[in-house]
C-alpha cells in the first residue's frame, strides 16, 4: 500500500513563491513516474509537471514553465515543487501523483493520489 502525503501550502501575494512537499511511504519505489497536479475552483484537474524518477528528468506544463520546478530527494522518497513568481490563475488544490508505468501529464494514468494542498495567490 502505497501513500502519498503533500505538504506545503498556504497564501501568498503574487509574485510571490512556495515549495510543496510530497512524502510517499510504502512501496513507493514501483512507481517510475511522480507528478503535480492542480484543481482550481470550476476547474478540470490539470497536469502541472512531473519527474521521471529513475532519470531525474523533469517536464513541465506550459502554463508554469520557467516559474515552477519539480525535484525528488530519492533517499527519502520525497518530491518537491518550487513555485516562483506565482500568479493568481495558480490558486488550486495542488495533488501530488504516482505512475507506475506511464510518465506525463494525463491524470488517468495515476493510480496513487495525496490528499491534496491548497495554494491561495492573492492580489
Known amino acids: 500500500q502505497v501513500q502519498l502525503v503533500e505538504s506545503g501550502g498556504g497564501t501568498v501575494q503574487a509574485g510571490g513563491s512556495l515549495r510543496l512537499s510530497c512524502a510517499a511511504s510504502?512501496?513507493?519505489?514501483?512507481?517510475?513516474?511522480m507528478a503535480w497536479f492542480r484543481q482550481g475552483p470550476g476547474k478540470e484537474r490539470e497536469g502541472v509537471a512531473r519527474?521521471?524518477?529513475?532519470?531525474?528528468?523533469?517536464y513541465y506544463a506550459d502554463a508554469v514553465k520557467g516559474r515552477f520546478a519539480i525535484s525528488q530527494d530519492n533517499a527519502k522518497n520525497m518530491v518537491f515543487l518550487q513555485m516562483n513568481d506565482l500568479k493568481a490563475e495558480d490558486s488550486a488544490m495542488y495533488y501530488c501523483?504516482?505512475?507506475?508505468?506511464?510518465?506525463?501529464?494525463?491524470?488517468?494514468?495515476?493510480?496513487?493520489w495525496g490528499q491534496g494542498t491548497q495554494v491561495i495567490v492573492s492580489s
Open positions: 510504502g512501496y513507493a519505489s514501483r512507481f517510475g513516474c
Open positions: 501523483a504516482a505512475s507506475v508505468e506511464i510518465c506525463g501529464l494525463d491524470a488517468k494514468w495515476y493510480t496513487s
Open positions: 519527474i521521471l524518477v529513475r532519470v531525474n528528468s523533469p
